[in-house]
């Protein structure tokens, strides 16, 4: 019974990913979202330098409806629980967002210019 449970709940979770990854959802009309996002990445905090030109962000919409996780690809260290507004009809910007931090979100563009505690993470990404 433990085997069938556990069966289940990978193939809902296997389901709920590729359905949740169409390029066509918009992360604004969707209460749960999950995305990659793929291009230029970087990261800087002092001499540790990441930076690429074919790098991933995978996002997800957590419960809340309002925070995102930021996933990065190639040893980028996350952003988790940063929380969004929605501007005009498809757009979400960070709340507390201004010229120097950052991140914008919508179904075809993910860019981010984000410093925390010395450290800069940097996408401009598209799916």
């Known amino acids: 019974m433990k085997n069938l449970l556990k069966t289940l ?6 389901l709920f990913v590729i ?7 918009d992360p604004a009309d969707n209460d749960f979202f999950a995305g990659t996002y793929n291009g230029n990445i970087s990261y800087l905090d002092g001499s540790n330098n990441i930076n690429t030109a074919d790098g991933k962000v995978f996002v997800t919409k957590i419960a809340s409806g309002t925070k995102y996780n930021f996933k990065f690809s190639n040893g ?7 929380e969004f507004q929605q501007t005009g009809d498809n757009t979400l910007v ?15 563009d993910l860019d981010i210019f984000y410093t925390k505690d010395g450290k800069t993470w940097t996408a401009n990404c598209s799916r």
Do not use: A
């Open 94 to 108: 960070s709340v507390g967002s201004t010229t120097t931090s950052y991140i914008t979100i919508d179904n075809n």
């Open 76 to 82: 980028i260290p996350d952003l988790n629980g940063i």
């Open 19 to 25: 359905v949740s990854c169409s390029r066509d959802d």
């Open 9 to 14: 709940s990978i193939l809902m979770l296997s």
